[in-house]
């Protein structure tokens, strides 16, 4: 699976964003989607991931309530909307695909996207 994330940009400290991320492939709903990020200077860390069906999400625990993420299996994308951002959450955005159900790690998805900037304004 090929995926293509946007939505990326400067925004204000308190501001939303959503980013998008496309999948190409007719296999879309058979993998778990994670959304993570790389601030500059430091290591990726996980944000969020979201089952094959949509019905289970997981969060790391800064973004749990501000962070929302979800899927429309129909149009093989997956969203990450972003409310009451702040400047820590400054970052190159991924989204990623993994077999796997229930991980975390970075190292269990196999497919990611090209990274979408988020710059937030203090």
């Known amino acids: 699976v090929q995926l293509q994330a946007s939505g990326g940009g400067l925004v204000q400290a308190g501001g939303s964003l959503r980013l998008s991320c496309a999948a190409s492939g007719r296999t879309f709903s058979s993998y778990t989607l994670g959304w993570f990020r790389q601030a500059p200077g430091k290591e990726r860390e996980f944000v969020a991931r979201i089952s094959r069906n949509g019905s289970g999400t997981y969060y790391t625990d800064s973004m749990k309530g501000r962070f929302t993420i979800s899927r429309d299996n129909a149009k093989n994308t997956v969203y990450l909307q972003m409310n009451s951002l702040k400047a820590e959450d400054t970052a190159v955005y991924y989204c990623?695909?993994?077999?796997?159900?229930?991980?975390?790690?970075?190292?269990?998805?196999?497919?990611w996207g090209q990274g979408t900037l988020v710059t937030v304004s203090s």
């Open positions: 990623a695909a993994s077999v796997y159900l229930g991980r975390s790690d970075s190292r269990a998805y196999d497919y």
